[in-house]
């Protein structure tokens, strides 16, 4: 695998599911991110991780629980989720958080659906 | 804080046209990166073209060129001979030495036959 994988590619959850997204980066990156890409809407940067700790959490709620266990893994476990939820969720990862390595690499998104 | 302008919600152009997106931005600092990245229908988001500010040579990647003018703080992507393979959502990007990036609200291109 290279690059950054997302896993799965399509979920389909009911409002009472509790589900989780996985992320993977094959880059050696040390920031991930998690944005969230609805229909006819902005990128919406959800939560920024930099050497596995948090640094972002754009008032995100909290039916989203981020978790970093490593610098190449990132996930986001969802519960309770609402129909205005689903959209495709994106993830990616630089190099460092800012600086000429700031450049993002994406994966190819989850597209959640919530019923 | 930075903030990234993308006036154009939606823009179309004929096959082997040229188009120019434009994207603005808002900043207090001197030194900072600027990107666009494009997102095919149903496709990854890819890195098309990057600029650091201190370089006075616009960036150029075959097809794709970007209008840099640091003065007026703008940014516009110019892609010569349109192909159908364009037809994209773009986003502008801008990024500084100590933060992540910043991206404009997108452009929605359309490549016609």
């Known amino acids: 695998e290279t690059g950054v994988t997302q896993t799965p590619r399509h979920l389909v959850m009911g409002m009472t599911n509790k589900k989780s997204l996985k992320c993977e980066q094959h880059l050696g990156h040390n920031a991930m991110y998690w944005y969230k890409q609805s229909a006819k809407k902005p990128l919406e940067l959800m939560f920024v991780y930099n050497f596995k700790e948090q640094t972002e959490n754009n008032s995100v709620p909290s039916r989203f629980s981020p978790e970093c266990p490593n610098s190449s893994h990132l996930f986001l476990h969802l519960h309770t989720l609402q129909p205005e939820d689903s959209a495709l969720y994106l993830c990616?990862?630089?190099?460092?958080?800012?600086?000429?390595?700031?450049?993002?690499?994406f994966g190819p998104g989850t597209r959640l659906t919530v019923l | 804080a930075q903030t990234v302008t993308q006036s154009q919600p939606e823009m179309s152009v004929q096959e082997a046209e040229t188009v120019t997106l434009s994207c603005t931005y808002d900043t207090s600092e001197n030194n900072y990166y600027l990107f666009w990245y494009k997102q095919p229908p149903s496709r990854q988001m890819i890195l098309v073209i990057r600029q650091e500010a201190y370089k006075q040579q616009n960036a150029t990647e075959n097809r794709f060129s970007v209008n840099f003018q640091k003065a007026a703080k703008s940014f516009s992507l110019k892609i010569s001979d349109s192909q159908l393979g364009d037809t994209a959502m773009y986003f502008c990007?801008?990024?500084?030495?100590?933060?992540?990036?910043?991206f404009g609200e997108g452009t929605q291109l359309t490549v016609n036959p």
């Open positions: 990007a801008f990024g500084t030495s100590g933060s992540r990036l910043t």
């Open positions: 990616a990862s630089s190099q460092d958080l800012g600086g000429v390595n700031n450049e993002q690499f």
